[in-house]
Nanobody, 121 residues
Framework: QVQLVESGGGSVQAGGSLNLSCTASRYTTYMGWFRQAPGQAREWVSAIKSADGSASYGDSAKGRFTISQDNARHTVHLQLTSLKPEDTAMYYC?????????????????WGQGTQVTVSS
């Protein structure tokens, strides 16, 4: 099991920005972010491949969120910009030693404790 420690999040007004960070206890193949709003299903946000930094985004993140990594520190950052009230959710960091498809399925991920993002209109 990989330990993940998240930081960042908070409350902002619509149009604002936030930065989330997640540090893993060791190197892993993929790191990513999911989010879950109350009463809604978990939604994949973004992922990055540790070996080459290639990034993938869910539809809600494209054009507004940017994922990056600091491999030396096993850390990923998620920059959230142009935030909307519908982005309000608990954001969870996740990681896997398997393929991207496995990360998206979530069944073999390690998970962080979550960090709250609240966007007011």
């Amino acid at each position: 099991q990989v330990q993940l420690v998240e930081s960042g999040g908070g409350s902002v007004q619509a149009g604002g920005s936030l930065n989330l960070s997640c540090t893993a206890s060791r190197y892993t193949t993929y790191m990513g972010w999911f989010r879950q709003a109350p009463g809604q299903a978990r939604e994949w946000v973004s992922a990055i491949k540790s070996a080459d930094g290639s990034a993938s985004y869910g539809d809600s993140a494209k054009g507004r969120f940017t994922i990056s990594q600091d491999n030396a520190r096993h850390t990923v950052h998620l920059q959230l910009t142009s935030l909307k009230p519908e982005d309000t959710a608990m954001y969870y960091c996740a990681t896997t030693d398997y393929a991207l498809a496995s990360l998206l399925r979530g069944d073999r991920n390690s998970w962080g404790q979550g960090t709250q993002v609240t966007v007011s209109s």
